[in-house]
């Protein structure tokens, strides 16, 4: 029993309050590295997160994107099949056009691009103008502009006298 020592009051409260020190001391510490920790792994959850979300709206603008294209695509498809329909029944209504009204490819591409209901007005006009074509090429008789006809010597017309007294009369 030689090595047992009794301590005094004072002495056990002393070792006791150095103990508790210290281990505060080290729990203080892997507190401070686990919020540490804890800190650095929420700051990469939400870098994580933030990626996650930017992914997602380029998802869905990809996918928009795509099914743009894919209308395009189709709209573009249609169009080509629209368009020997549309020009056969262009020439058989209004056969009064020539080539030249065909070769112009912008003219081509709004008429393939029309509506269905717009089309058919468009070919009703078409066809109407056709009716009121003239059927020869030949030299009208008599020009409404100069007032001369075959074989007539030059003379003015009314409207020529008409306006020609009115401006001498403001002169005057």
């Known amino acids: 029993m030689a090595d047992e020592k009794t301590y005094t009051e004072a002495e056990h409260i002393a070792i006791l309050s150095d103990r508790l020190t210290k281990e505060t001391a080290e729990l203080t510490s892997t507190v401070d590295q686990l919020t540490g920790s804890k800190t650095e792994l929420e700051n990469k959850l939400d870098l994580a997160e933030s990626a996650k979300v930017a992914a997602e709206a380029k998802t869905v603008e990809a996918e928009k994107a795509l099914e743009e294209f894919k209308a395009e695509v189709q709209e573009r498809e249609d169009a080509a099949a629209r ?85 001498i009369a403001k002169g005057a």
Not at 102 to 128: C, H, P, W
Not at 129 to 139: D, I, L, M, Q
């Open 83 to 167: 368009k020997d329909d549309r020009i056969k029944a262009l020439r058989e209504s209004a056969e009064h056009l020539d080539d030249d009204f065909f070769a112009d490819e912008n003219r081509v591409k709004r008429i393939v691009a029309m509506k269905d209901e717009d089309f058919q007005g468009y070919l009703a006009d078409l066809s109407a103008t056709a009716a009121g074509a003239p059927k020869a090429t030949s030299v009208p008789r008599e020009s409404a502009m100069q007032n001369e006809s075959k074989g007539s010597t030059n003379t003015t017309s009314a409207g020529k006298d008409f306006l020609l007294r009115r401006y």
